[in-house]
């Protein structure tokens, strides 16, 4: 099939164009970014393979619609981004990648909490400075500290095991809970209480209409003095200033993130000759607490050999007519665990 590739890297680029000799499929490789103003490239293919900060709202899918595109094949688990219930209307199929590596994004989301509680980030500069000091430095053992995680899916219970090979006590808040995640010692409790109860709290649960937001001043205001706050999830499941707030009062002690709200003007390029307009962001990284990287969690060898293989794999399997099992619905994306139309599990 022919497919225009949105939002290539270089990287991206190597891994596809290895991975695709084996399917042989058209390739174009767009640098754009997938929005209303470049929807028009995807004229003449029959498929659109998108990542993460493409906009696939209802305008963008009709435009795509009005290109002749059948198929969108992310390039990502998440699909927040995505007008599943437009694409359905104007039928076009959408395919994800359900897990391209859960363990990146876990280890990742563990190492931030590492990092920021020991301030890898402020060391780092020191001692390449000739700087010694310790003041300023000052962090907190994770054994026996009370971590709850929100959401545990394939990403949340892997972080559970990492965390309990650490000797935390865990706590974890799902509408799904999951028998085998009680196994590693996890205790699921309302929200409420894992705001109170915990000293770290990590987001693994996707964006929905539920959750935006989740960490707000309200569930802020719940939560312990010092807390730390871990978000590796989507940006918008935090209210960014209300995490200025809580870390200007000391409410917040520490706070990593690998996403924010606004992240689609900044994330992914190289901004360093530039002036960063977003003064909200801007604001967060003068905190000597707050540690940010730049959607990079996923960004291991093994997860961009899945991110190629199985959007191309997607491709191949809906060009023969069959159903990869990865494909998005209506009806498989509310969180109604009853019914078995190709949602992962
Ligand atoms: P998953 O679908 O396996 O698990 C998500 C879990 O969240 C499920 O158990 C679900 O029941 C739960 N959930 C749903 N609604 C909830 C709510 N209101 N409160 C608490 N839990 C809720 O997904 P996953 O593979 O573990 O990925 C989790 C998220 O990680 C994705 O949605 C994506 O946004 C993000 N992600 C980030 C990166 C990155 O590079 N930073 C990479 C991949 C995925």
């Known amino acids: 099939m022919r497919i225009a590739v949105y939002s290539t890297k270089a990287y991206d680029r190597r891994s596809i164009e290895e991975t695709n000799e084996r399917f042989g499929h058209e390739l174009t490789f767009l640098e754009a970014r997938l929005q209303a103003n470049t929807a028009a490239l995807a004229a003449g293919h029959d498929a659109v393979c998108a990542f993460v900060n493409d906009i696939l709202d209802r305008e963008v899918v009709d435009l795509l619609a009005e290109e002749g595109v059948e198929l969108l094949a992310l390039r990502s688990a998440g699909f927040n981004h995505v007008d599943i219930d437009r694409a359905a209307e104007r039928g076009i199929t959408v395919v994800r990648v359900p897990a391209y590596s859960p363990y990146a994004v876990a280890e990742h989301t563990v190492g931030l909490m590492i990092a920021v509680n020991?301030?890898?980030?402020?060391?780092?500069?020191?001692?390449?400075?000739?700087?010694f000091a310790l003041e300023g430095l000052l962090g907190f053992d994770l054994r026996s500290k009370r971590v709850g995680i929100i959401g545990t899916g394939k990403i949340g219970q892997i972080t559970a095991r990492i965390l309990r090979g650490f000797g935390c006590s865990l706590r974890a808040y799902d509408p799904y809970p999951n028998d085998e995640v009680r196994d590693y010692g996890v205790r699921y409790v309302d929200l409420d209480t894992l705001f109170a109860e915990c000293d770290v709290i990590t987001l693994h649960c996707p964006l929905t209409p539920d959750t935006h937001h989740i960490i707000d001043a309200e569930a802020l205001s719940k939560m312990k003095d010092g807390v730390m706050i871990v978000n590796t999830s989507r940006g918008p499941l935090v209210d960014t200033v209300a995490v200025i707030e809580g870390l200007k009062t000391g409410k917040i002690g520490n706070l990593a993130l690998d996403v924010y709200e606004e992240e689609g003007d900044l994330f992914f390029e190289d901004l360093s000759d530039k002036v960063i307009t977003d003064d909200v962001f801007s604001r967060l990284l003068t905190f000597p607490n707050v540690l940010i990287t730049a959607h990079q969690a996923f960004f291991t060898q093994?997860?961009?050999?899945?991110?190629?293989e199985t959007p191309l794999s997607n491709v191949s399997a809906y060009a023969r007519g069959d159903r990869s099992g990865n494909e998005l619905t209506p009806k498989n994306i509310r969180p109604n665990r009853g019914d078995d139309d190709g949602e992962d599990e």
């Open 302 to 308: 093994e997860a961009l050999s899945n991110i190629a």
């Open 118 to 131: 020991r301030r890898f980030h402020r060391a780092y500069n020191r001692v390449r400075d000739g700087n």
